[in-house]
């Protein structure tokens, strides 16, 4: 079982950056590939960017490439992500999410999630 909670949303002005931070409790997190997925409203949650067990392996969704990083400490039990050139359309809720499989972009590859922070871009 693994618990996750994220901080680090809130407001901004387009071309800002913020940095979210999901921290894991509970046993073998660095077991687990991480991942971000976000969900405006109206619209299905989608992947954002996810990272393997060992951080060997990253993978970002187009929209994002380039302006977002994500990295995690495993000896912090925890995952961020940096997001910067920040876009009105970035704005929704983002999710940290944990799963026992390889890094995959399909949410219900993911056993855990957290409560969701809010993002929001202003133009």
């Known amino acids: 079982q693994v618990q996750l909670v994220e901080s680090g949303g809130g407001l901004v002005q387009a071309g800002g950056s913020l940095r979210l931070s999901c921290a894991a409790s509970?046993?073998?997190?660095?077991?687990?590939?991480m991942a971000w997925f976000r969900q405006a409203p109206g619209k299905e949650r989608e992947f954002v960017a996810g990272t393997s067990w060992s951080a060997g392996s990253t993978r970002y969704a187009d929209s994002v490439k380039g302006r977002f990083t994500i990295s995690r400490d495993n000896a912090k039990n925890t995952v961020y992500l940096q997001m910067n050139s920040l876009k009105p359309e970035d704005t929704a809720v983002y999710y940290c999410?944990?799963?026992?499989?390889?890094?995959?972009?399909?949410?219900?590859?993911?056993?855990?999630w957290g409560q969701g922070t809010q993002v929001t871009v202003s133009s």
């Open positions: 509970g046993r073998s997190f660095s077991a687990y590939t």
């Open positions: 999410a944990a799963g026992p499989r390889g890094l995959r972009t399909m949410k219900g590859e993911y056993d855990y």
